[in-house]
């Protein structure tokens, strides 16, 4: 996925499921961040560099790409 707070691994950099975990997050409030996450990216705590670059530098290129991604995950099998 190309998306400046996602490993190449799939797993996901939020601060909700890292250093601010809490019992008191329940499953909702978890997806919400995670759709917010990838609605909003972070660019300021990147887990792939040239995501978060292109996100700070040229949003259209960065939709591009990731539009070019995501139809290449479709064809892929």
């Known amino acids: 996925m190309f998306h400046p707070n996602i490993y190449a691994d799939g797993s996901i950099c939020l601060d909700i ?7 008191i997050y329940d499953v909702a409030a ?7 996450l990838l609605c ?5 705590s990147p887990t792939y560099s040239e995501a978060a670059r292109l996100f700070s530098e040229n949003k259209r ?11 290449q995950s479709w064809t892929a099998d």
């Not at 499921?17 to 019992?23: D, E, I, K, R, V």
């Not at 978890?30 to 917010?36: A, H, P, R, V």
């Open 17 to 23: 499921l890292q250093n601010q975990w809490s019992p």
């Open 30 to 36: 978890i997806l919400t961040s995670i759709q917010s």
């Open 40 to 44: 909003d990216p972070n660019p300021n």
């Open 61 to 71: 290129e960065y939709n591009r790409k990731v539009r070019e991604v995501v139809e």
